[in-house]
């Protein structure tokens, strides 16, 4: 018989074992092994027993048959990963430059790790022999106690159970001399979900038989048989609701009065909830886009833009094109930028789609995750609806992947692998040959440049359903507040359109990305700012529990009375969060009813779909929070949004500073007046002249394309060159600027000898991060413009320049376009 051979990944992430290592098919497996599969292999030098995903198979092997180790099990008999998630991981490894067994994990939801189990067993021969179990040491309790137990133990619990390092040692002993035997079972660390039912047995036709078998004093168990019939319970309701143990049910068992049986329960977030989303007649605009989309599909992998303002029905037309590949008999994915988005565009596709919809995002628990993991790999679904990781669904026909608020960072990841969604889905499409549609009303620079140069069919929305009037933007310069002695964080302005939008009944957005109370605590008297002692940045006061938090590692401590520096009481708070800005509203408009939507107030599950739903059906009437409520949501009853200072993303050190500034200013704006009632929006700001917020206020994308893309062209930012960002962090400043400046030049070397010295220029030289240092660890970056990404991606995944490896001191982190430089 001809010998295969298995190609796998060991799952443990380390760069030392970052390849392919063969194993032999034993001959029970052939034919059961296969590509995406889970299995256990000896691993090392001491061959301990490991989990490996399995990434080929070939009929030979370099390494000697008499040589090579054997897979031991397999772990599911159905391969965890498809053969396109296989190609899309190895781009993955080789674009992000990160380890292969990262790119082959983030394809799964968490939660299916594999655990080890070691089963003891008695080996009964031994013992006898030896007559361990007749005396009173430890040896013979550990016995006595596992024939007590009457069934197979973990080796943990035995642990437990006896207690301390000597115990564990003479435990491990008595394994190495066989008086106990250990068996390893594998299994997910992730289970499927029972429900327990409980029914009299069937023995007997009538209660009174089954109660003439139970002592009259036996009241739990006589109680038990009283509330059931031959008809199932669930088992935890009746125990709940008598107040039983499981001795009573144990009992009842062993007499063969009742019957137990378990039913497999499928963990839906969505079950209890009944969402309606009637088909709507489509616009003129929107038909249009739909016949461009049915022409363009025609052809293979096609990529396209739907630049539509806020408003203009876009969810809408995604419906359209997802139901058109339900018609073709194919599958759709359907990304959003934000956990606080999912619950309206879930309740628009399950409205309009039902069962044929999973869910997929950070807010559900691993067993919910799984179960819809579990749904979409049986091929029960056919639309795929999430947040960033949601991309790699594994449909087995998907024929549409729809990126909505396709320019919001969110769809990058800050955790290796650092891959962006909208790369990922455009390899994807090209892999399994399928459309790529992106919806926004401002997209990114770099997705309107692609349309640009016929990379992307560009789809308008010119106007709002029912053509709904933009509504009208009014810049609020603040100088002009404080030199009419307004100190207030509201304008004149601002306060009058709120207490006449309460008069009028009608609800009010107020935006601020900035949570927590103050921005910084500061004394007046000597200059003192209360900063963290593991970060470079100031500390921020939340007033709820009156202390100072670090927004980067969680460090608190109380607000102090006196400045710690020269002893004064002129300790004062700066600045505004969200937090603030709620206390003054509520001051101020002590009749209101106001909610507020910040990470702080969205920490539980389901916290987003309770905010979301109270003010949807309108139980407030001030909707105050940051970014998370700037795009995407429609409440009809809004017609006045605030933007408290719009000034805090326009000064941030970035060069998408502009960018963002008008993003989000456009698409918070475009959360009022979204039915027949008329929209205002105050923009506050210092800089009322800056071009982001004039072309913001004039809902002018194009005019802001043209400006920022020059800009762009003449500082050779993306779209024109690309951008890698390798940030090094350590506790030892002085090593790390020592260790960064080695891989520089190291790096200008190597591009030296390799006759590419043209492109030593594409790399800066090393300095400081913008925030220099977050949790007791400084932070050097070296950024790399260049327009050979694959040169540099190829000369950085071959390994670091020697002598500056990563280590427990160091860090190294390569990011491939990011999405932030600070």
Sequence with gaps: MISQYAQVIINQPSIHIDQYFDYKIPTALLGEIQEGQRVIVPFGRGDRTVDAFVVGIKDHCDIEDNKIKEIIQIIEEAPTLTANQLKLAKWI?????????????????????????????????????????????????????????????????????????????????????????????????????????????GKYKSQEDYLKEIKNTAHKQREIIMHLDHFPYKLRDIKNKLNISNSSIESLLKKELISITSKMVFRNPYHNRNFQNPRKTLTGEQKNIIEQFEYLIKKPSQKMLIHGVTGSGKTEIYLNMIEKMLKMGKQSILLVPEISLTPQMVERVIGRFGEQVSVLHSHLSHGEKYDQWKRIKAGKTNIVVGARSAIFAPLKSLGLIIIDEEHETSYKSSNRPRYHAKEVAEKLCEIVDCHLVLGSATPSIESYHSTENREYHLLSLKNRIDHIPMPDITLVDMRNELKEGNYSILSKELRRAIEQNLQEKHQSILFLNRRGYSTFVSCRKCGYVEKCPKCDVS?????????????????????????????????????TGTQKVETIIKKEFPQARILRMDVDTTRKKGSHDQIINAFKNQEADILIGTQMISKGLDFPRVTLVGVIIADTSLNLPDFRAAERTFQLTTQVAGRAGRSVLSGQVIVQTYEPSHYSLIHAQQHDYDNFYKEEINLRREMQYPPFKKLINIVFTGEDEESLIRKINTFYLQLTDYLREAGKGHLINDIFKPVPCSISKIKNKYRWHLIIKTNDLLLFSHILKKGYPKGVEESNNLNIAIDINPMSII
């Design 93 to 201: 490894r080789d674009y992000y430059i990160c380890l292969h067994i990262e790119a082959l994990q983030v394809m799964i939801p968490g939660g299916m790790n594999i655990v080890k189990k070691e089963r003891v067993f008695l080996n009964l021969a031994r013992i006898t022999e030896k007559c361990i179990g007749k005396n009173n040491t430890l040896e013979s309790k550990v016995v006595q106690y596992i024939q007590e137990q009457n069934r197979p133990m973990d080796l943990d619990t035995i642990y437990r159970t006896f207690p301390g390092q000597e115990n564990k040692r003479r435990i491990k002993k008595m394994v190495r001399e066989n008086y106990l035997d250990v068996q390893e079972k594998f299994y997910m660390g992730i289970r499927e979900k029972e429900e327990k039912y409980i029914m009299l047995s």
């Design 539 to 575: 500390l921020t006061y939340h007033q709820n529990n009156h202390r100072l938090l670090c927004h980067y590692c969680g460090y608190t401590k109380p607000t102090p009375k006196i400045c710690p520096c020269c002893k004064s009481r002129k300790i004062r708070f700066f600045g």
